[in-house]
């Protein structure tokens, strides 16, 4: 039996139709190259944008994580407010404050891991800590631009440049003597087990950095910094 040609016209124009929806749902958001990240894998699409520091957020940085003499000004940072998944696996909004120079390439970084689908606890700029870096950490609290020292120098850290991240700081300790400063952190010390969260070689977090050439404390040789990752590697 032979269908009438208006049926098999029908027919190959519903398959077309899908056959694009298809190719539409498997592209890369906003023109990006990488991992897709459509509902066609399963969750919404990521979302991230990047603005300038406007004058609520200056208000709020001032006198607590930017003061005058900082080796940055505030116009040359940017807040970064985009989606990524909580250890409790749902969906939130973080924000990082970082260099403008670097905004785009971190952006990238947090899209890969949102596909990925790598749990953050929470990310906000450490002024809700009161620019401390202890309490931040003691939250298990992702940040980036901090205007501080190293501990125990007149030497900036990375991290008063804007160019330094610290991702989920109790799963990812800094550990000394095999010791950390935090409690919590205390069962993240022994790195062999990987548990959600954690910074690991060949890890979805380590990965993702690794794409903008960024280095890994975890890499350093005679103390670790698992949490901390850099433009210049320090």
Not at 103 to 130: E, H, K, N, Q, S
Not at 143 to 171: K, L, M, Q
């Amino acid at each position: 039996q032979v269908c009438p040609p208006r049926l098999v016209k029908t027919a190959l124009l519903a398959a077309a139709t899908a056959v694009a929806a298809t190719l539409v749902a498997l592209a890369p958001t906003n023109g990006a190259s990488g991992p897709s990240n459509r509902l066609l894998q399963g969750h919404p699409a990521f979302r991230g944008s990047i603005a300038r520091i406007d004058a609520e957020q200056a208000k709020r940085m001032t006198g607590v994580s930017w003061r005058p003499g900082c080796p940055v000004a505030l116009r040359d940072l940017r807040l970064l407010t985009m989606s990524h998944w909580g250890l409790d696996r749902s969906i939130r909004m973080g924000r990082l404050i970082v260099h403008a120079d670097v905004a785009g390439d971190v952006l990238g970084v947090f899209r890969r891991m949102y596909a990925a689908r790598f749990p953050i606890r929470r990310m906000t700029p450490v002024d809700a800590y009161g620019g401390s870096d202890f309490r931040s950490i003691e939250a298990d609290n992702t940040s980036a631009f901090n205007c501080r020292y190293v501990e125990g120098t007149r030497r900036w850290s990375e991290h008063a440049f804007g160019r330094a991240i610290d991702v989920n700081p109790i799963e990812n300790p800094y550990v000394s003597g095999g010791r950390t400063s935090h409690r919590a952190s205390a069962p993240f010390v022994d790195r062999s087990r990987h548990r959600p969260g954690m910074a690991y070689e060949g890890g979805v977090l380590v990965r993702a950095f690794d794409t903008i050439a960024w280095g890994w404390g975890g890499r350093w040789v005679s103390i670790k910094d698992y949490q901390h990752f850099s433009a210049s590697g320090r």
